[in-house]
């Protein structure tokens, strides 16, 4: 027996995390290269382009982890260190897999 009162949307909520958060990391190293190769912030071109739509995927990657957050009942601490995982290289790839294995792990009993 799970403690997640809803197995089913709660796989839904999990799907989506891990697909923002997957593009939320690629995002951030597309928005990394552009600065680069730009020299910086403020120079326009293609950063005045991406860095709107690094922001939408941001905040989408932020929605799913409230999501997932209030179905396996996380707290808000827990839940805003995971957002913050968005703003830092690489840590959206070890945020997807450390949180996607927590909460299938207490999927599991649901699903047998």
């Known amino acids: 027996m799970t403690d997640i009162k809803d197995p089913a949307s709660t796989l839904k909520a999990l799907t989506l995390f891990k697909v923002m958060a997957i593009l939320s990391g690629l995002a951030l190293f597309v928005?990394?290269?552009?600065?680069?190769l730009n020299g910086g912030f403020g120079k326009g071109g293609a950063s005045a382009v991406w860095s709107p739509?690094?922001?939408m995927i941001y905040f989408v990657y932020v929605i799913s982890i409230?999501?997932?957050?209030?179905?396996?009942?996380?707290?808000?601490?827990?839940?805003?260190g995971i957002m913050m995982?968005?703003?830092?290289?690489?840590?959206?790839?070890w945020?997807?897999?450390r949180f996607?294995?927590?909460?299938?792990a207490r999927l599991a009993p649901a699903r047998r």
Do not use: C, D, Y
């Open 31 to 36: 928005l990394i290269a552009i600065i680069v």
């Open 53 to 55: 739509i690094h922001g």
């Open 66 to 80: 409230a999501n997932l957050g209030f179905k396996v009942g996380w707290s808000l601490p827990k839940m805003v």
């Open 85 to 93: 995982t968005g703003f830092v290289p690489l840590l959206p790839f």
């Open 95 to 97: 945020a997807e897999r």
């Open 100 to 104: 996607v294995a927590e909460v299938e």
